[in-house]
């Protein structure tokens, strides 16, 4: 089992930057693919980002198009935390984010299928 705790959201305006924070407890955090999924009201759950570990400190990383360029996702297996920085928000960035562990790699970590373990989520939600 992996517990997971998200923190860090709130309300922001347009243009603005937040960071999301999710702590991992449990089992071994360096081993999971760890990534960030949103889910705005009246729709389906969606991939943000993911960080999917490949050995040291190292880990390749991916990204839904819509946030390219604006959110970074990273993490720290030493601390068992992952973050997700978001700068240049927009109001349709506007949804509850969620954490999520599971093993993976390459596209298919976009999937919500392939993660076992999730937060109960943290509202982001960005005026215009």
């Known amino acids: 089992q992996v517990q997971l705790v998200e ?3 709130g309300l922001v305006q347009a243009g603005g930057s937040l960071r999301l924070s999710c702590a991992a407890s449990g089992r071994t955090f360096s081993g999971y693919t760890m990534g960030w999924f949103r889910q705005a009201p009246g729709k389906e759950r969606e991939f943000v980002a993911a960080a999917a570990w490949i050995g040291a400190r190292a880990y390749n990383t991916y990204y839904a198009d819509s946030v390219k360029g604006r959110f970074t996702i990273s993490r720290d297996n030493a601390k068992n935390m992952l973050y997700l ?3 240049s928000l927009k109001p349709e960035d506007t949804a509850v984010f969620y954490c999520a562990a599971g093993y993976c ?3 298919v970590c976009s999937h919500t299928g392939r993660y076992d373990f999730w937060g109960q989520g ?3 939600t960005v005026s215009s």
Request: glycine share 24%; charged share 0%; proline share 0%.
């Open 7 to 9: 923190s860090g959201g």
């Open 85 to 87: 920085q978001m700068n």
């Open 105 to 107: 790699s390459g596209s």
């Open 122 to 124: 943290t509202q982001v």
